[in-house]
């Protein structure tokens, strides 16, 4: 079974663009989580999706943003980006809600 | 508020130097405590789920434990492939993953 992909791998952009990520959980898996990893804080939970619903959010600003589609595809927005987003920002998926969560690569974000 | 909190921060092992990580918690009701393994550039990598107090799971040379307060990732004769950053990871009610900053296990041959 195909593990999570998370496309780009790798992105540079500059302090007020916006960023548009994207996740493809395992087959079968319904239930989409994203966090930010950084040296400094580790890994922090943004929001979780499940069946196109956001149940879980974290402490985040609204820039931040996500949603699903109806295959459990997932994508997160950050809008007006500042140079605190530099980040690795990494998905996971599982079957159900409350079930093991397998993590993505993760798309490395720089911003300059 | 959930709190994670991972110790040793770094561990240098000889190869086949058995030792043990520690993660403690303090969590408004425990659904399930996760441990994953990070090797540098990639994403979190499954090890176990542990449930209830008492559980223990193991794989290979890994063994998890978990009391009320704390699991332990037990490492029994570590190989240079074993080195990485150990997450762990506690589940509250509301199912807000939380994580500890990571123990980073580097194992000399």
């Known amino acids: 079974k195909a593990g999570v992909t998370q496309t780009p791998r790798y992105l540079i952009k500059t302090r007020g663009q916006q960023v548009t990520l994207s996740c493809s959980p395992i087959?079968?898996?319904?239930?989409v989580s994203w966090y930010q990893q950084t040296p400094g804080q580790g890994l922090q939970f943004l929001f979780e999706?499940?069946?196109?619903?956001?149940?879980n959010k974290g402490n985040f600003p609204g820039r931040f943003s996500g949603r699903q589609f109806s295959n459990s595809r997932s994508e997160m927005n950050v809008s007006t980006l500042e140079l605190g987003d530099s980040a690795l920002y990494l998905c996971?998926?599982?079957?159900?809600?409350?079930?093991?969560?397998?993590f993505g690569p993760g798309t490395r974000l720089t911003v300059l | 508020e959930d709190q994670v909190t991972q110790s040793p921060e770094a561990l240098r092992l000889q190869e086949g130097e058995s030792s043990s990580l520690n993660c403690s918690y303090t969590?408004?009701?425990?659904?399930?405590l996760f441990w994953y393994r990070q090797d540098p550039g990639k994403g979190p990598e499954f090890l176990f789920t542990?449930?209830?107090a008492g559980e223990e799971k193991e794989k290979e040379r890994l063994k998890a434990t978990l009391t009320k307060k704390e699991s332990f990732l037990h490492i029994t004769a570590p190989k240079p492939e074993d080195s990485a950053t150990y997450l762990c990871?506690?589940?509250?009610?509301?199912?807000?993953?939380?994580f500890g900053a990571g123990t980073t296990v580097t194992v000399r041959a």
């Open positions: 542990l449930y209830s």
């Open positions: 990871a506690v589940a509250p009610n509301d199912y807000k993953l939380s």
């Open positions: 087959s079968g898996h319904r239930s």
């Open positions: 999706y499940f069946s196109e619903t956001q149940r």
């Open positions: 996971a998926s599982s079957q159900r809600v409350l079930d093991t969560q397998y």
């Open positions: 969590v408004s009701g425990l659904r399930g």
